[in-house]
């Protein structure tokens, strides 16, 4: 859930933004479930990386929609594919291999 509201955000905020506003949260919500802080704040860092719908997203995002080539109808069309699939990508991490390197 953490994961899904952060990739939902950073399509309208700056990364680094949404970073610097989550991580403090997820921290103490991990504190308070007595669980290791890294389980939560990897994927919450990770998932803020995943602006891929508008222009303000992202650097890239802007200078791509600039060159008036592509529309943003295009943009959340193809963006939304690739957030689904970040978000299962972002879960599988997660639940198969994080606990591993966290907890040898």
Known sequence: ??????ILL???????????????IVA????GMNENIL???IPATVAASCAFMLPV???PNAIIFSSNKIKISDM??????????????????IYLVLPF????
């Open 1 to 6: 859930i953490i994961s899904i509201t952060i």
């Open 39 to 41: 389980l939560f704040v």
């Open 57 to 59: 997203g992202t650097p």
């Open 28 to 31: 103490s919500i991990a504190t």
């Open 101 to 104: 390197l966290i907890n040898p």
């Open 10 to 24: 950073t399509e309208l905020t700056s990364n680094l933004a949404t970073t610097a506003t989550f991580i403090p």
């Open 76 to 93: 959340i069309k193809t963006g939304i594919y690739m957030n689904f699939a970040s978000i299962i990508i972002i879960m599988t991490i």
